[in-house]
């Protein structure tokens, strides 16, 4: 085994044993939470001892590096997630790779992933990505719609062709009511899961949490949890 791979092993390893125990102490079975790697600024390399390792889910943020980085990847058996902000004009590249889109937070998104996904023939999976710092312009600072705006988009989403309403995903917000209380962002969103739910009841998956609050996800009811540097390391600072 490479030092590499042996030190994925062990990290990932590391966060089994978190996501178990969170379950365990949230009384959740442990298979209702899945594990997404975020692998951004990692190379494929990485996500190839990933696959080797297990991992089933991976996830990233900008296009400029997920779009190569998938291509080299294309024959593992992974489902790869987008959690970036995403502009329209990359709407097609990303659908080239993503099978998931969790950052949905505006109409004319929906727009195009709707005529992108039309036109590559496929059914993209589509998250709504919640703001509990959204300010007067209803966007989050990351991105993401005010929770007032989700039942709104949620229909658009629905009625577009070659989408499917997976549910919500979430950060948790540096500013705002929230701040520093990540566990109250994260059951907020479980309200609003339950909610969307009475209206979509497929539209199941909770996307929340990551390497620092993982454990406060789970225990929220999160069904999904991101986690990057836990697994592959502390990021290097850019620039």
């Not at 001892?49 to 024959?75: F, M, T, W, Y």
């Not at 540096?174 to 309200?191: S, W």
Request: net charge neutral; with cysteine; proline share 3%.
């Amino acid at each position: 085994m490479t030092d590499r791979k042996g030190e994925l092993a062990s990290n990932l390893a590391r966060v089994e044993e978190r996501i178990t125990a969170a379950c365990a102490a949230a009384g959740r079975a442990r298979d209702e939470v899945t594990l997404i790697v975020v692998t951004k600024t990692y190379p494929a390399a990485d996500v190839r001892i990933l696959s080797e390792l297990g991992v089933r889910h991976v996830a990233e943020n900008r296009d400029q590096e997920a779009a190569p980085k998938a291509a080299e990847c294309a024959n593992l058996p992974l489902t790869w997630h987008f959690v970036g902000q995403l502009q329209t004009n990359k709407v097609r590249s990303v659908l080239g790779y993503a099978d998931v889109v969790q950052s949905v937070d505006r109409s004319r998104l929906v727009t195009a992933l709707s005529k992108e996904a039309v036109r590559a023939g496929r059914e993209i999976g589509c998250l709504i990505q919640v703001a509990f710092d959204a300010g007067v312009n209803g966007r989050g600072e990351r991105g993401g719609v005010a929770p007032g705006g989700v039942e709104e988009l949620a229909g658009l989403i629905a009625g577009a062709d070659g989408l499917r309403l997976d549910g919500l995903m979430t950060v948790a917000p540096l500013t705002g009511e929230y701040a520093g209380r990540e566990r109250a962002a994260f059951e907020r969103l479980m309200d609003l899961s339950t909610d969307l739910r009475r209206t979509h009841p497929a539209a199941n998956m909770v996307s929340a949490g990551m390497s620092a609050d993982l454990e406060q996800a789970v225990a929220a009811g999160a069904t999904h949890v991101r986690v990057g540097s836990a697994v592959l390391g502390v990021r290097p600072r850019l620039g």
